[in-house]
């Protein structure tokens, strides 16, 4: 075959998004949900971002998967369903197609348009294999039951996207599919998760010298006037992030360079100077603490591989 299926499990109801994100903004520490990121644009700038020397995660996590890719192969199986969380481009997932020789493809992801232009160009370097693309916000949890087929399933999460939960939502979206699990014995979960470290290495993949991480940030502000009916001028805010070390995670920030007014529908919002839009966490996780957080969801035996530095961290988990 060299089509592809393509469902839009999106739920949208733009007056109830609307609402939502209006709140956030107007709540007396204004945030933005990291979804807003991911508009044509946004998947462009973190495709950019994955690339910069600052940004240690997407290339330590490829190399952990190169060298260890047989023993992670042979432990996930062959023949699984292989579904693709926050499939993105799919390139991570396409340089495993061949050595788990899945029986059916499925690749899930927010941004519709960047989906099917993927699969566009994986189906016809891969004719044999079934492949399906799903439009799916499954940060308000995953049900997958209608579009999956019998037999087991790999769920592949890569990329420490996992640490864009608080780790009370990370273990309810880890038991959510530690339930799809259940449904066929030999499936799993392979997941790459991010570690903790110094903090200057984190402010630095996160705060990016050429300024990347910032356009990827501001850039947010430009898909909520869409949303929002909004007046947001990107060029009034700064880019910011820190770790905070107490709670774990690295945090990211708009700051508004002086006191303005920002038109949000109907209504007006005020910025001071100096305050800011907070728009995404990125927790970090040693490997004792993640591999808890697995086992608290449900699943009973855990595999872990790491880099020589201890940079980060890849999971199998059935």
Known sequence: MTDFRFIDRLTRNPAAERRELVAGLFAERATIAPKYFYDNVGCALFGAICELPEYYPTRTERAIFATHRTEIAQAVGSGRQFVDLGAGDCCKAESWLPFLAPSRYVAVDIAGDALARALARLAPEFPELELMGVVADFTDGLDLRHELGDG????????SSI???TPQAAQRFLADIHVHCLAAEGSGLLIGVDTRKDARRLRAAYDDAPGVT???NRNAL????????ADFDPARFDHTAFFDERAGRVEMHLVSRQRHAVRIGDA?????????IHTENSYKYAPSEFTTLLQDAGFARVRCWQDDARDFAVYYAA
């Open 163 to 165: 640490g864009n939960f």
């Open 152 to 159: 087991p399933t790999a769920f592949f999460y890569p990329g």
């Open 214 to 216: 910032a356009a990827f």
């Open 268 to 276: 007006e919002r005020v910025f001071a100077e100096g305050e800011t």
């Open 222 to 229: 430009r898909h909520v006037n869409r949303v929002a009916n």
